[in-house]
């Protein structure tokens, strides 16, 4: 029987994204209607399977973006990878997402990440364009929080990421 291996995972966006909605539809399997503002850090966790092995996700579910995010790039330290979070319905947050992911990389340095476009449930009203997308050249996946509609593949696509890119720790941190 193989070892659950963990894992640290953060979600990132800003304020009003459906990032605490994704988290709790994914560990709980609810949603709820009211807004609830995440102040500093709230982790969950849950475990997957990845091609039969195990994974628990530590899923830290940060406050959003704003005039101290700076500060709260911090949290990202030890982190194995991220979702970053897009509201389909304001297309400033797809800009807001970009601008992070930019500042992560430079800050923390390259990890698997995953860009969800949230709120497919109100697809109507979507400010996001898949023009919008097509340019930044990575996987984007569609989700609703709401209706659950691909939020257990955002998951579990980044935790096969993770696995994917680093083998299992063996306590030999020697890079070729």
Not at 16 to 26: A, I, M, N
Not at 69 to 89: F, K, M
């Amino acid at each position: 029987m193989n070892a659950v291996i963990k894992k640290k995972i953060c979600m990132v966006g800003m304020y009003g994204v459906g990032k605490t909605s994704l988290v709790r539809r994914f560990v709980e399997s609810i949603y709820e209607d009211r807004y609830l503002t995440t102040i500093g850090v709230k982790i969950d966790k849950k475990t997957v399977s990845v091609d039969g092995q195990d994974v628990m996700l530590a899923i830290w579910d940060m406050a959003g973006e704003d005039e101290m995010a700076q500060a709260r790039l911090s949290h990202l330290r030890g982190a194995e990878g991220y979702i970053l979070v897009a509201d389909g319905t304001r297309r400033a947050t797809l800009d807001k997402a970009v601008d992070l992911n930019r500042r992560i990389g430079e800050s923390i340095g390259d990890m698997p990440f995953v860009l969800v476009v949230n709120k497919n449930d109100l697809r109507d009203q979507w400010e996001i364009r898949p023009a919008d997308l097509d340019g930044l050249g990575w996987n984007v996946y569609e989700s609703s929080a709401r209706t659950g509609e691909g939020v257990e593949s955002l998951f579990h696509t980044l935790a096969g990421r993770i696995l994917a890119q680093r083998p299992v720790s063996t306590g030999d941190d020697d890079e070729d």
